[in-house]
């Protein structure tokens, strides 16, 4: 067992963790942070997707020690301050961007993580940015959608 | 998974040293390693780390002109880094898994692992690239011995591959689209005294020389000069994804799309 200590959405976190604890069991079981789902756990699905030190990971394909010293930010960090959706969660709720919401945390982060270094996407790149993430639900078109309008573009061409 | 321990050693003497270690393993960025552990296909006492060995990362050119790539450099910062010197090397590790994946996913771990339908053994077997280890320098034309079989040794380390630059260069994958590896990739480089032609996820003893279409686009550079070959099905992977001649054929087609993207 070994000490661990990493910046968790602003916040310092310390926890032991054995050598093949996962980033994702130790946000989900030893932080309580349950936003990060784990849903393939076999690195697929980009469910478990959180940023490390400001580049989207699979939580799941990361061992916690790895991410010793660095910085984390998972779903829980990504709202406003006072509380309120961020311009990402707030566009997936205007675009139905999520039907069950199991894949949302890591659509989100995804998404984020794709606007920090484009802030203005085609279509296109979008969706193979979204290469790793899936959904069972939407069939990905309102995904799209909210990415494209959080970005601030035209979303009346997205769905078609 | 079964329980290891975890090290993460800051120089590359010290990551040696560990996996000197009995059931020692080395860890790039895990993205085919953990999934594999969580399977117990491999039970390694020691996991020792090679992302915090500040030598092992990064992207430069050398005095001679090849360019350098550190062994525990991600395939995003391939991407990124190496875009203006040599685009046909970026633009495969622009492709590789998801971006995710790239996040995390090293070079050195991809050759060290070989796995017959992963991008960069083309690239390097593509280019004639040195993979240099901590005990020596073996070329690409050496190192590739077989599916998930290579020239290292035991605890050997890959700290960088060196590429000589093409004069043009491409890399065209026809994805299996579940897991984003190749079902065929190609990678075409075209140098002044010759061009080599490397083949991915199609043979079922790994990464592979099309010779003939390597002579055939030494004498001119143009998809027309690969009108009429085809390489035999035989010995190419048979699975629920693709027959061998599927594969086969894809290997002409690919090419033919390499060169085109390239010249």
């Not at chain 1, 829980?76 to 919401?101: K, P, R, T």
């Not at chain 2, 329980?3 to 993205?31: M, R």
């Not at chain 2, 525990?72 to 590789?96: K, M, N, Q, R, Y």
């Not at chain 2, 260069?169 to 190609?186: D, H, T």
Request: glycine share 10%; hydrophobic share 45%; proline share 4%.
């Amino acid at each position: 067992m070994t000490q661990v200590s990493m910046t968790v959405n602003g916040k310092s976190a310390t926890g032991t963790v054995e050598g093949r604890t996962l980033l994702s069991s130790f946000l989900r079981d030893t932080l309580e942070l349950t936003g990060t789902h784990v849903g393939c756990d076999t690195s697929q699905c980009g469910a478990c997707v959180v940023h490390v030190n400001g580049v989207a990971v699979k939580s799941c394909t990361m061992l916690a020690a790895e991410a010793d010293g660095a910085e984390v930010a998972t779903i829980e960090g990504q709202a406003n301050a006072d509380g309120s959706l961020n311009v990402i969660q707030q566009a997936f709720q205007d675009h139905h961007g999520l039907q069950c919401g199991f894949c949302t945390p890591g659509m989100v982060m995804s998404a984020a993580a794709l606007l920090k270094d484009n802030p203005k996407p085609t279509e296109a790149e979008v969706r193979e940015y979204l290469e790793g993430n899936i959904c069972r639900c939407t069939g990905y078109h309102n995904i799209v959608k909210a990415i494209m309008a959080a970005s601030g573009q035209d979303v009346a061409i997205a769905a078609e | 998974m079964y329980n290891f321990e975890f090290v993460k050693p800051a120089t590359l003497a010290d990551a040696v040293a560990a996996l000197s270690g009995e059931d020692a393993q080395a860890l790039g960025g895990g993205q085919t390693l953990i999934p594999t552990l969580k399977q117990r296909l491999n039970q390694p006492g020691t996991l020792v780390s090679l992302l915090s060995i500040p030598e092992m990362v990064g992207v430069c050119k050398t005095d001679d002109g090849a360019l350098s790539v550190g062994g525990a450099t991600t395939h995003a910062t391939v991407s990124a880094e190496a875009a203006v010197d040599f685009p046909g090397l970026a633009g495969l590790a622009s492709h590789i898994g998801d971006p995710a994946v790239r996040n995390r996913g090293t070079i050195g771990g991809s050759l060290a692992n070989n796995d017959p339908a992963a991008c960069y053994p083309a690239a390097a077997l593509g280019t004639g690239a040195t993979i240099v280890t901590n005990a020596r320098e073996i070329a690409a034309d050496d190192y590739f011995q077989g599916m998930f079989a290579t020239a290292l040794e035991e605890g050997e380390v890959i700290t960088e591959v060196r590429f000589p630059v093409p004069e043009v260069s491409n890399y065209q994958k026809f994805v299996q689209p579940a897991s984003r590896f190749a079902l065929v990739g190609v990678f075409v480089a075209k140098y002044a005294d010759g061009v080599r032609v490397a083949v991915t996820g199609a043979s079922e003893e790994g990464v592979f020389r099309w010779s003939e279409a390597e002579a055939a686009l030494s004498a001119i550079f143009s998809v027309d000069a690969l009108a009429g070959l085809s390489v035999p099905a035989d010995g190419m992977i048979g699975d629920l994804h693709g027959t061998p001649a599927y594969r086969a054929h894809l290997v002409a087609v690919m090419t033919r799309r390499a060169v085109a993207a390239a010249a």
